[in-house]
């Protein structure tokens, strides 16, 4: 048996959220897009059970479109809910052609509460205050990525600063706009702000958290219905387990297939004890606590002069360095190491003889970078991750430097 897989222009959060309610409800599923277009090989229907069809970000590779049943999302916000303050109000911050931005949707529409939407354009800290104050709700959600918290901190900061010295604070300094009083106040206001945990740094962490916000770190991709490990603490029936240092992902919240694609299918999902596992394609371990820490992308390894080198973990380090917590590290070919990782910010850049001391202590001599790119902006997927595949091209080319 089949339904209707109807496309929807995610540039109209509004119309998502309504096929969305009519899609877990039994109605057609619903295929979010950035631009509502039809893609040739989208099929006009699916399989009964998948009420939702997420196309991947592409960040590392191609596009997959992950097929998630309505009891998979409905899981993954119950697991939400319970691992968090119970139902509540949220503010959708992020696309909704996005797990995180659908996964808003969906835990509006379970919590029988209405999102507000921030409106299309670049984030700014003013806009997210102004959002906020429409939130009339006990209980206050948000789900952020890195960069978005980074520019609301930076922003409290220089709050703090100006209020300290009687003046009107500064919020958006990227853009020189003024910022409504209260940022840090907002942020604290919510129950909980959700960022993905992957390639956040602790330092931006721990930076929200002295300022007295409730920061949950998420992991989790489309394929587990979003965030479905909290603060490295599986939620709901969620289970994790690292098998040959790769993070694989069970539980009620899983998708049931690429569509049309069954052999990526196979390689992604595996049974083990009767059960369906994800894998995830990341590195990972488990504490003797079961706490859950996230290395990086198994396939972003370099060899660099013969050593093996994880990018992600390089850029873990690298993001660590203050005035670097929204820095990309991306390879690069070298005609003596074969390839090398780069950084790329949009910050003036440190000292890159410090920087590569520092990683070297850190992380080995094949984790030093090569250099550092300064660019005016860096280039953004639809999601709102940095696009890598295009900075990797422009370093290459030089377009970059």
Same mark, same amino acid.
């Given at each position: 048996m089949t339904r209707p897989l109807r496309p929807v222009d995610?540039?109209?959060?509004?119309a998502v959220l309504e096929a969305l309610r009519v899609a877990l409800a039994g109605g057609p599923a619903v295929a979010p897009?950035?631009?509502g277009s039809v893609p040739i090989d989208l099929p006009g229907a699916v399989?009964?059970?998948?009420?939702?069809?997420?196309?991947?970000?592409?960040?590392t590779g191609r596009a997959k479109r992950v097929a998630?049943?309505?009891?998979?999302?409905?899981?993954?916000?119950?697991?939400?809910?319970?691992?968090?303050?119970?139902?509540?109000?949220?503010?959708?911050?992020?696309?909704?052609?996005?797990?995180?931005?659908?996964?808003?949707?969906?835990?509006?529409?379970?919590?029988?509460?209405?999102?507000?939407?921030?409106?299309?354009?670049?984030?700014?800290?003013?806009?997210?205050?102004?959002?906020?104050?429409?939130?009339?709700?006990?209980?206050?959600?948000?789900?952020?990525?890195?960069?978005?918290?980074?520019?609301?901190?930076?922003?409290?900061?220089?709050?703090?600063?100006?209020?300290a010295a009687g003046v009107q604070a500064v919020g958006d300094v990227a853009v020189g706009r003024v910022a409504r009083p209260g940022v840090a106040e907002t942020l604290r206001g919510f129950a909980a702000v959700l960022v993905g945990g992957q390639a956040t740094p602790a330092s931006l962490i721990s930076r929200a958290r002295l300022l007295g916000v409730?920061?949950?770190?998420?992991?989790?991709?489309?394929?587990?219905?979003?965030?479905?490990?909290y603060d490295g603490v599986p939620v709901g029936r969620t289970r994790v387990e690292v098998v040959d240092g790769q993070i694989e992902i069970s539980g009620p919240s899983l998708f049931d297939e690429y569509l049309d694609d069954p052999d990526r299918t196979a390689e992604a999902v595996t049974t083990r004890d009767g059960l369906r596992w994800y894998r995830t394609g990341?590195? #990972?371990?488990?504490?003797?606590?079961?706490?859950?820490?996230?290395? #990086?992308?198994?396939?972003d390894v370099?060899?660099?002069? #013969?050593?093996?080198?994880?990018?992600?973990?390089?850029?873990?380090?690298?993001?660590?360095?203050?005035?670097?917590?929204?820095?990309?590290?991306?390879?690069?070919?070298?005609?003596?190491?074969?390839?090398?990782?780069?950084?790329?910010?949009?910050?003036e850049a440190p000292d890159l003889t410090d920087l590569r001391r520092a990683l070297v202590e850190r992380a080995g001599r094949a984790a030093a970078p090569?250099?550092?790119v300064v660019v005016d902006e860096l280039p953004l997927l639809p999601s709102g991750k940095p696009d890598r595949v295009a900075l990797t091209r422009a370093v290459a080319d030089g377009s970059a430097n």
């Open positions: 995610a540039r109209d959060p509004a897009r950035f631009d399989p009964v059970a998948v009420a939702l069809v997420v196309e991947t970000s592409g960040s998630l049943s309505a009891d998979a999302v409905l899981a993954g916000a119950a697991a939400a809910d319970q691992a968090l303050s119970g139902p509540g109000r949220w503010l959708l911050a992020l696309p909704a052609h996005y797990i995180a931005g659908l996964n808003v949707l969906v835990r509006s529409i379970t919590a029988e509460t209405q999102p507000v939407i921030l409106g299309p354009g670049r984030f700014d800290p003013e806009d997210f205050v102004r959002a906020a104050a429409r939130l009339d709700h006990p209980v206050r959600y948000v789900s952020l990525v890195p960069a978005q918290l980074a520019t609301l901190l930076d922003a409290a900061d220089a709050e703090g600063r100006a209020h409730r920061v949950v770190r998420t992991y989790g991709a489309s394929e587990t219905s979003g965030g479905c490990v990341d590195g #990972g371990v488990l504490s003797d606590d079961g706490v859950l820490s996230v290395v #990086g992308r198994l396939d370099i060899i660099s002069g #013969g050593e093996k080198v994880s990018l992600g973990v390089v850029e873990r380090h690298v993001r660590e360095r203050p005035g670097l917590e929204t820095a990309v590290v991306v390879r690069a070919e070298h005609p003596r190491w074969g390839e090398v990782p780069v950084v790329v910010t949009t910050e090569d250099r550092i």
